[in-house]
C-alpha cells in the first residue's frame, strides 16, 4: 500500500508533465499485467515440478 502511494506521489518529479498520463499507464498495465500472469505461472510451475518454484525463486534472487 505504501510503496504505491509512493510511486504515485513521486512519479510526477521524475516524467515530465505532458508525459505524465502515459508513465501512469504504463505502471498500472504493469503491475495489472504482472498479477494477471503471475497466478497462473507460478500454479503451471508448481504443476511441472513442486521444488521448481522454489529453485526459480532462488535462481531469481
Given at each position: 500500500?505504501?510503496?504505491?502511494?509512493?510511486?504515485?506521489?513521486?512519479?510526477?518529479?521524475?516524467?515530465?508533465?505532458?508525459?505524465?498520463?502515459?508513465?501512469?499507464?504504463?505502471?498500472?498495465?504493469?503491475e495489472?499485467?504482472?498479477?494477471l500472469?503471475?497466478?497462473?505461472?507460478?500454479?503451471?510451475?508448481?504443476?511441472?515440478?513442486?521444488?521448481?518454484p522454489?529453485?526459480?525463486?532462488?535462481?531469481?534472487?
Amino acid at each position: 500500500m505504501f510503496f504505491q502511494l509512493a510511486g504515485f506521489a513521486a512519479l510526477p518529479h521524475i516524467v515530465p508533465r505532458r508525459q505524465l498520463p502515459t508513465a501512469v499507464a504504463q505502471n498500472q498495465a504493469g503491475e495489472l499485467g504482472a498479477g494477471l500472469a503471475g497466478r497462473p505461472l507460478g500454479g503451471a510451475r508448481f504443476a511441472a515440478g513442486h521444488l521448481l518454484p522454489f529453485v526459480a525463486d532462488l535462481l531469481s534472487w
